[in-house]
């Protein structure tokens, strides 16, 4: 019997790319089994609710949960279900690998970082938050804890002790932010005496994003607070062709939730033109993380080379094929 998990489609774009990432994980041969459940719009559609209790209950009974991009309404409500989620099952560890395809539209070769992002706390806890009737102040308060901080940065830098990685760098802005951010770093410096085998530096949030564009490759794993790790992230992205490459992990104690971090593109939504690339390598990250790791590189050696021959790619990668043929072509290399 293979490993058990939940498939959220999504919205949008959601569906078209998650059945390629089925019939590509399929492929695999590992006797996986689904537990389809709803998410976003659609829930909302069928279901009158954005989260229903079905979809929650069967991401903490499964394995792990693989998720296509949800649209959250404006209106009421809470901000977002991606945000709603990871507090719901305190997924505190968020990790965005950006990494070079050769092929796709870059400014840079042999690109490798990893993000690790705060999940959980920071100014995306939003606690406190409040607007005067006339709408001229608007509050919100900013909440970095010790122990949200600690479990972080060991997260991190587990992470690149598992992944053969050299150096971790904190990102921060303790320069002004003298006490929430100022606190991050003073933990993460802390931590890092713990793990001597690895190399440890900081930096400010203003002068990281300028030092990834201009030399990217002096970083190796990033760990950073919930708002500067969602800005941080997409930059990456950006170094490596854009979201249609970045695929995205949610970690808790208990729960792992991989997705693809870019939004629903209601636009090309039913085209079949889609790039499944960023859920293609959150199913790989996946795989990893149940121990799959043979499966998971087949994957992103299947990806690579189908980028590199220019075979059946989607529009955004360069090509003229749509989904299902660009599927085509990477299930005939693993």
Known sequence: MGHKLTIVPGDGIGPEIMQATVRMLDALGLGLDYDYQKAGLVALEDEGELLP??????IERTEATLKGPLTTP???GFSSINVELRRHFDLYGNLRPAVSFPGTASRYSNIDIITVRENTEGAYLAAGQTIDKEKTIAESKMVITRAGSERIARFAFDVARREGRKKVTAVHKANILKTTSGLFLDVTREVAQDYPDIEFNDLIVDNTCMQLV???HQFDVIV???LFGDILSDLC???VGGLGMAPGANIGTETAIFEAVHGSAPDIAGKNIANPCALMLAAAMMLSHLGQEDAARRVRD????TISAH???T???GGQSGTDAFTDSLISRL
């Open 311 to 313: 075979d059946r790619l």
């Open 302 to 305: 299947a990806i690579r080379q």
């Open 315 to 317: 529009p955004d990668l």
């Open 214 to 216: 201009m030399n990217p």
């Open 74 to 76: 404006i209106g009421g």
């Open 237 to 239: 992205a950006g170094l």
């Open 53 to 58: 209790a079905d979809t929650l209950a069967s």
């Open 224 to 226: 950073t607070t919930n």
